[in-house]
């Protein structure tokens, strides 16, 4: 149960940590404290709890990279590895990114054109995690899908697959919206963040962007092993 509780509590952190400073004053309904002024705190402490959390999902699943060059490679394991290889270098480069904009490195490293490389691969590096990471989650849905559908003695109808194109339909609605392509391409240096929006409208979008590459990674990966 350590590996599914681990995945579902990096599934909550990844889309908290996508609403960057939004956090912050979200939380001032709960909390009394100035959400504005640590919103910027609350984003570093989710991203580091994130890459550990992260490097502690790759030890569980130690057994791949210890299997990486063994054995046969056909179109699926080439593609399942080839997200795996991009995903961990796309972490590696939010860490040292987020480390040299840290409040707490910002001393040691407080070069305009360092800062400036920094924050434009930090930002290009977080869309495209949040994408490789639902891709990825899609991409292994059917084992944790199976262990759930085998606990609770449930069978796969119809409805959840017409529900999922619902979402997915809206989930390519709100990547338009929030301008992820943009974020990924570089062609937006800076992400904009509307503080009037409700909270909770921001997070919606989010997940069902996050739907819509599962699902894309899940589906694609039922037709190849068919």
Not at 7 to 33: N, Q, R, V
Not at 70 to 98: E, M, P, Q, W
Not at 146 to 170: D, E, G, Q, S, T
Request: some cysteine; hydrophobic content about 55%; overall charge neutral.
């Amino acid at each position: 149960m350590l590996r599914p509780a681990i995945d579902i509590l990096m599934t909550i952190i990844l889309l908290l940590s996508m609403s960057y400073e939004l956090i912050g004053p979200a939380l001032e309904k709960f909390i009394e404290f100035d959400g504005y002024e640590y919103g910027g705190m609350i984003h570093e402490w989710l991203g580091m709890s994130l890459v550990i959390l992260f490097f502690v999902h790759l030890w569980l699943n130690r057994w791949w990279l210890k299997g990486m060059f063994k054995g046969h490679y056909n179109l699926t394991r080439t593609i399942l590895t080839s997200i795996n290889i991009l995903l961990i270098a796309d972490v590696i480069l939010l860490t040292f990114s987020g480390m040299i904009m840290s409040q707490i490195f910002l001393e040691l490293t407080e070069t305009d054109s360092l800062m400036s490389f920094a924050r434009t691969s930090h930002i290009c590096a977080s869309y495209w995690g949040f994408v490789l990471m639902s891709f990825h989650a899609g991409l292994n849905w059917h084992i944790f899908s199976a262990m759930m559908f085998k606990k609770l003695k449930l069978r796969a109808k119809i409805l959840p697959h017409v529900l999922a194109l619902a979402i997915m339909i809206y989930g390519g609605f709100a990547f338009v919206k929030r301008q992820l392509w943009d974020y990924m391409s570089l062609n937006v240096a800076f992400v904009f963040f509307d503080f009037e929006e409700p909270f909770m409208y921001f997070m919606l979008d989010y997940i069902a962007i996050m739907i819509l590459f599962g699902c894309i990674g899940h589906y694609m990966i039922l037709g190849l092993r068919r």
